[in-house]
């Protein structure tokens, strides 16, 4: 049964436990693996059973919020279903609210004593879960204890819920194994949940935790307890079902009818304006982009000029925070050099004062009477070697000029040479030119033509070879 109804397909039947002869499941879920909400909603997620028929400490784990028991008959699935819901969420202990078959023989001291015992304290719990939207989980565990003495009349009976999960964060049995008394109880809940004791209240207090219906709960809860009864279909009662689902499903106001039926009456209206709203909001949306083209060309027109002077604006901000920065720097300049021009003025002042001190000292005079001699000694100095500077240079004068008169002699006389060398040289040149035109022997001779043409080329090629004449130089 889950806390609200699903109408989402699951593939899974649901976590199915075999139920031996002694009523003991076949198969347990692994300790300490415990299942973990899937849904938004409330669903369940474990059951258990403490002390109760023939169940010492067992624990049912739900599959997407369903159960399926699989057993003889006689190995107690139907007591696990009586046991638990709806009985908690009904809070009744009667046989013909607790039991499906509503015999009245099956009291829920039996449940507990089954004729073997003396007294005998038990527990069954039901544990939902939900997944949060900002994430993590929610839990809630609905549970109630049972304790029943023999020779005694009726069943105690008190109800907790808690956030706690048990098994986990609460456990239902001391150290010793023996379940918790209501006195023990109370403490290990503390402010995670709480213990109640009245029907009325219990049911008020699930429906706030789990359902909020309101009026609605009881009704839907005694829709849940006749539908559950066995083999229903055979023993139909069209008039007590009609009467349950009427009590159970309560009549809509005639106000809200009547607000219904206006409605559906004004659907076709309604369908048309729609339709008309929907065509004037495809043309407005049409006219809109025209009209944001036409903006955004606009408003870049008229911003063109805003841009501009907020550029120059820009700039002459730059401009002027860069006068401002260099009048700054300039200004902090001159302060630093009038610190300066005034420190060095001091100390030109200081220099000043010692300057004069220093020339009206003594030794300052001896220094100026030693600088005169110095000065004197350096003309002294210099005249002495300009005197030997211009003695140098009469007496290299002197040289030079004996010098230049030997060297014109020498040039005289090469002249000379250079003259006879010519007279001589012509004179053999005329020789020579006379021995080829006037042989001693005139029988070897050459004819005369070739003579004087040979006369002629060898006067000619000496007259050549003979070097130029000296101007100047008399000629033989």
Known sequence: MEAEPDLEPTPELGSTANLGPAGVPAARSPVGALPLPVKERWHPLR????????????????????????????TGKSRVLALQLP?????????????????????MEW??????????????WIEFGRRLPEGGAAFLTLGCGLR???????????????????????????????????????PLLGSCGQIVDGVEEWRRTVDQLLFRLG????????????????????????????AALSEALTPLPLAVIDDVAEAFRSLQSDREEVLRLSAVRRAVSEFLEDYRRYLRTA???????????????????????TAERQKAEQTEEQQRARR????????????????????????????????????????????ADLGAARTAAYEAESSLGERETTTTEQAEQARQQAALAAQCAAKADLKAAHEAIFPADWSEAPPFGVVASGGRQTVASRSRAAPPRTRGVAQP
């Open 299 to 321: 408003v870049r027109r008229r911003a063109a000029v805003v841009r501009s002077t907020h550029s120059a604006y820009e700039e002459a901000q730059r401009q002027l925070r």
């Open 111 to 124: 449940n507990l004593l089954m004729g073997r015992h003396e007294e005998r304290l038990g527990y069954t």
């Open 47 to 74: 059951a258990g059973l403490l002390n109760l028929y023939r169940y010492d400490d067992e624990v049912f784990a739900f599959e997407h919020g369903r159960l399926l028991l699989r057993g003889n008959n006689g």
């Open 148 to 186: 029943a003495l023999a020779g005694k009349s009726g069943v105690q009976r008190w109800f907790f819920h808690t956030s706690q999960r048990i098994g986990q964060d609460l456990y239902l049995k001391t150290q010793d194994g023996r379940p918790l008394t209501r006195d023990q109880l109370g």
């Open 87 to 107: 009985f908690l969420l009904d809070g009744e202990i009667a046989p013909h609210r607790v039991e499906p078959d509503g015999d009245p023989a099956k009291r």
């Open 215 to 242: 009026s609605r709960y009881e009704a839907l809860i005694e829709l849940l307890i006749r539908l559950r009864h066995p083999q229903l279909s055979r023993k139909l009662d069209e008039k007590v079902l009609s």
């Open 340 to 383: 300066e021009i005034e420190r060095l003025a001091g100390e030109l002042a200081a220099s000043d004062a010692a300057i004069r001190t220093f020339e009206d000292s003594p030794e300052m005079r001896s220094v100026r009477e030693l600088q005169r001699a110095r000065e004197e000694e350096v003309e002294r100095a210099r005249v």
